[in-house]
């Protein structure tokens, strides 16, 4: 029977499965007794036995059907939950989790699980296993082996042998501050290319080249040459930590194949195996189409995000088409014209607003993988976190949510490692012992904000002040001058960093630059609040949408600018007298405060066709706390733009974020206000 056509809706319900069970998992860490949790979990472990042998991925089957008797042993009170049990549940799905990315990435979805399938069977056995785990690897595992082979692999090795080639399994460990990681593993691969045959790897090739891995991984490989020179080759690869190569016996391997064949796995019967199939045409139905007898009003549909993107894409050249038309209706001052294209312009706002709610995603698609991450870290920093979660059904567009969660992830770990004492230190100082980190997300107008608080220690401005100055970044005489938020600032110049002792979970002085970049990169601004020993908080600001923005236009000489009116303050008409010098720079007094000014003809080198003006147009955008004024020949008036990209040859012009297609058919450059205030 023809799978493919269920694989997109059996790696979206899988998906949905794991999640839920990693977020019952954590319910029952702090409920260990109560039965309805593990019922949950059982239920979608068993519901995903059931899928992934019909779609035959016998190694996800395995591994639910062995989770799944140990949830049957701790519904039945034969097993007693405990953290050591608990710690090898959420590996067993992280395992399943890899092999749903390994399939969703074009993969074979398999993967070696005999570590935990072994310690599931201990704990269904009624034996003790130890909790040792850090980062997420298993007690006392050494370098991931492969040791499970298939038909096909098996076959390829007996092949390889019999023209006189050996089989070696190779466990590679790279060195822990190892950076280029994925570049390593290419130049291991390229090296034992020159001399052999790679056959298989753990992780997958996928997940190695995605850096989804530690700093250890296997490979098997099939050469002439002897376990002494393969290690040698692979030793003069920089980064590389050890090699052990291990000449395969391929008679062992055979029988371990037939015993793991012949042995109790999650297989299904015809009959439960077509009951699968029609579950998973169920599902697929369901998704296209709603049922013609539901009374429920949550009619939903899966609809694949590149059809949303061409949609979007086809909408965006609508609004320039419109911007056209409402041009020309003006310069025929035709009126039924201009009532067709009034009519036209409301239609297609409504159309504009549908089509960007439609993109619409909640933050909690992200913010799920947080507790169980949490979990982990306070484990391994021996900390106590309680993480609280608010404003999980707030929306983004999906292009924003793809961007932002690895820059969460850095500020989270960030907020466990530098923020939130250990329990002793709280205790000491009045706390509880166990530190609060709130992760927060709410609507604005138009943008979207998301906190992270914690009740820790907060930041030492006196500390990140002398480190400002020992790395040049602000001078003595002009540290005294500045405000909290403006030293807090520095923590994210790149390479700073204030940890006394380098830890794997940060304070290696990377990270929170690339945080900065990537949340202006997407139009949004960060800032930090804080008070010492009570705690931080970064606020980050992101606009609800990144394709169509509403901008101010303005006339420089003879071309025209777009500014976001994001960043706008407002704007304003100023006399050549009123202008001020303060330190080698323009100013004016806008409303008590001395606003910088910016020449965007000099900033952008435009040619003077025209002579200045008695009178200077300015319009005052901000950033954060910081304010400047940019100066204009004349403003044309507020208009609603499609944001495009400058492309690849293009990406580092200063201060320039992308262009717009006018009604006229001219193009204009879109201001970034952000790279011009300092």
């Known amino acids: 029977m023809e799978m493919n056509q269920y694989l997109e809706v059996f790696i979206e319900e899988s998906k949905e499965h794991l999640q839920a069970c990693n977020e019952q998992l954590l319910e029952l860490e702090k409920q260990p007794d109560n039965i309805a949790i593990v019922n949950e979990i059982f239920r979608s472990a068993h519901t995903l036995k059931g899928m992934s042998a019909t779609m035959g991925y016998e190694d996800m089957a395995s591994l639910t059907h062995q989770m799944e008797n140990v949830l049957d042993g701790i519904r039945n ?21 890899e092999m749903i990315f390994s399939i969703a990435d074009g993969g074979d979805g398999k993967k070696d699980v005999a570590d935990v ?50 089989g070696y399994e190779i466990a590679i460990s790279l060195k822990e501050d190892c950076l280029l990681k994925a570049a390593r593993v290419f130049m291991i691969f390229e090296v034992l290319e020159q001399v052999g045959e790679v056959i298989k790897s753990n992780p997958s090739v996928d997940l ?9 991984f296997s490979i098997t490989v099939v050469s002439k040459e002897d376990a002494t020179d393969l290690q040698k080759r692979i030793m003069k690869v920089s980064e590389v930590e050890k090699a052990e190569v291990q000449l395969l016996n391929l008679e062992a391997l055979k029988g371990n194949h037939q015993e793991t064949v012949n042995s109790e796995v999650a297989t299904t019967s015809e009959l439960e195996r077509e009951q699968q199939v029609l579950a998973i045409k169920e599902t697929t139905s369901t998704v296209q189409s709603t049922t013609k007898h539901s009374n429920t009003n949550n009619k939903t549909i899966r609809v694949n995000i590149e059809r949303l993107d061409i949609l979007m894409n086809l909408f965006e050249e609508l609004v320039i088409d419109r911007g ?38 909640p933050v909690e698609t992200v913010f799920n993988r947080f507790p ?10 021996h900390k106590k976190i309680n993480l609280q979660i608010i404003g999980a059904e707030t929306e983004l567009d999906r292009t924003v949510i793809d961007e932002i969660g690895d820059p969460l992830v850095h500020l989270l770990r960030n907020a ?17 012992e166990e530190g609060t980190v709130i992760l927060k997300a709410f609507h604005s107008g138009n943008h979207v904000f998301i906190e992270i608080e914690d009740d820790g220690a907060g930041i030492n401005r006196e500390r990140v002040l002398q480190k400002a100055i020992k790395n040049g970044i602000v001078s003595p005489q002009n540290a005294g001058n500045l405000s909290d938020s403006q030293v807090f600032d520095f923590i994210f110049s790149s390479g700073f960093s204030t940890a006394e002792k380098i830890s794997d979970v ?36 992101l606009p ?27 704007t304003a008409i100023v006399k050549k007298e009123d202008i001020m010098h303060a330190h080698n720079q323009k100013v004016i007094d806008f409303r008590g405060k001395v606003v910088p000014l910016v020449y965007l003809k000099d900033t952008f080198d435009v040619p003077v066709q025209k002579p200045e003006d008695e009178y200077s147009s300015v319009v005052i955008v901000k950033k954060g706390e910081n304010t400047a004024g940019l100066v204009v020949d004349s403003f044309i008036g507020q208009q609603e733009v499609v944001l495009k990209s400058l492309g690849n040859y293009l990406s580092s012009v200063f201060a320039i974020s992308g262009a717009t297609i006018l009604g006229d058919g001219q193009v204009a450059l879109i201001v970034d206000c952000n790279a011009l205030i300092k």
């Open 77 to 97: 009170s034969k097993i007693n939950v405990t953290p050591s049990i608990l710690d090898v549940v959420f590996q067993a799905v992280d395992y399943l989790e």
């Open 117 to 166: 399938v072994l310690l599931l069977k201990k704990i269904e056995n009624g034996d003790e296993v130890e909790s040792n785990q850090k980062n997420g690897s298993l007690p006392n595992s050494e370098a991931p082996n492969i040791s499970m082979y298939d038909d096909f692999e098996l076959t390829v090795l007996q092949q390889s042998q019999e023209q006189g080639f050996q």
């Open 208 to 216: 190695l080249e995605d850096e989804k891995f530690e700093h250890e």
């Open 324 to 361: 056209r038309l409402e041009q020309i209706s003006k310069e025929l001052n035709h009126s039924e014209l201009q009532e067709t294209v009034e009519r036209m312009t409301r239609i297609s706002g409504d159309l504009q607003n549908i089509i960007l709610n439609m993109r619409m995603v």
């Open 372 to 381: 169980r991450m949490v979990r982990q870290l306070a484990k391994d920093l």
């Open 416 to 432: 466990l490692d530098h923020g939130v004492e250990t329990p002793d230190i709280r205790l000491k100082n009045g706390k509880s």
């Open 506 to 541: 940060s304070g290696r002085g990377v990270g929170l630059d690339v945080v900065k970049n990537t949340i202006e990169s997407l139009g949004g601004s960060i800032t930090i609040t804080s008070t010492e020993g009570r705690g931080s908080t970064f606020s980050i600001q």
């Open 544 to 570: 609800l949408t990144l394709s169509i923005i509403s901008v101010m236009l303005v006339e420089i000489q003879a071309e025209k600018y777009a500014i976001p009116l994001s960043s706008i303050i407002e």
